[in-house]
């Protein structure tokens, strides 16, 4: 399965619970903290839930 590098590029500050959960849950805790996950179709949804606040790229 692909792998996916998430980054936080925004805050969750303001935004309601719900992202700030999705934003816990994918492992980021700090601006421009990344994370490496697999493109499940799980994660594939917490990442268009929150992709307002992400840059997401493609690993090899």
Do not use: F, N, W, Y
């Not at 792998?3 to 805050?11: E, G, W």
């Not at 999705?22 to 990442?47: C, D, F, N, W, Y």
């Amino acid at each position: 399965m692909a792998k996916v590098k998430i980054t936080l590029v925004k805050s969750p500050i303001g935004r309601p619970a719900d992202q700030r959960a999705t934003v816990r849950a994918l492992g980021l805790h700090r601006l421009h903290q990344s994370v490496v996950k697999e493109a499940s179709p799980a994660v594939q949804g917490m990442i268009r839930k929150v992709q307002h606040l992400l840059l997401v790229e493609e690993e090899e």
